[in-house]
């Protein structure tokens, strides 16, 4: 699973490009936080394509894969300050995952990431159960207990479940 190269370097560089484009659009506050997983998601495939070189492309559309390093298909999921992720119905395909947690430090503002590689099934996927939403879900405690890289972060156990601990 270390395929992916230095997660935490290409995250690192994720969180410059943040600050660029914070610089040329100013304040982000009213953007939410779903849109600001999505842009950091994005930047995310572009860079570990960027890294990679030829060994990375990014899939073409909903139906594929974010990304392929060496022909393996990789899922990127994203969501802010959690211990769990979302996908709609192609996130219940099998394959290899990076799931990114991210905080905005208050200080520097610089975003902080916790992000785990791990091999999922279908089946790992919990349906979504608030009325009519089509999503599905995934924990942490979840992930941990399946074959698991954890790339930058670490983990806490806290009363009843783990949380991401961001760097």
């Not at 769990?84 to 990076?98: E, H, N, T, V």
Request: proline share 2%; with cysteine; charged share 30%.
């Amino acid at each position: 699973m270390q395929y992916l190269g230095d997660v935490d370097q290409t995250l690192s560089r994720v969180a410059d490009k943040w600050e660029r484009m914070s610089e040329i659009m100013g304040d982000q506050t009213d953007l939410s936080r779903k849109l600001k997983s999505e842009l950091i998601s994005n930047i995310l495939e572009t860079t570990f394509c960027e890294e990679l070189g030829v060994r990375c492309r990014r899939g073409n559309g909903d139906h594929e894969a974010d990304i392929y390093v060496d022909d393996n298909p990789v899922e990127i999921k994203t969501s802010y300050h959690s211990r769990s992720w979302r996908g709609g119905a192609f996130s219940k395909r099998d394959g290899d995952y990076l799931m990114v947690t991210w905080t905005e430090n208050v200080v520097t503002k610089r975003l902080e990431f916790f992000a785990i590689q791990v091999p999922l099934l279908e089946s790992d996927w919990k349906a979504g159960n608030v009325g009519n939403y089509y999503a599905t879900n995934i924990d942490l405690d979840t992930l941990l207990n399946k074959d698991h890289v954890i790339h930058v972060g670490m983990v806490e156990k806290k009363i009843k479940n783990h949380h991401p601990v961001f760097l």
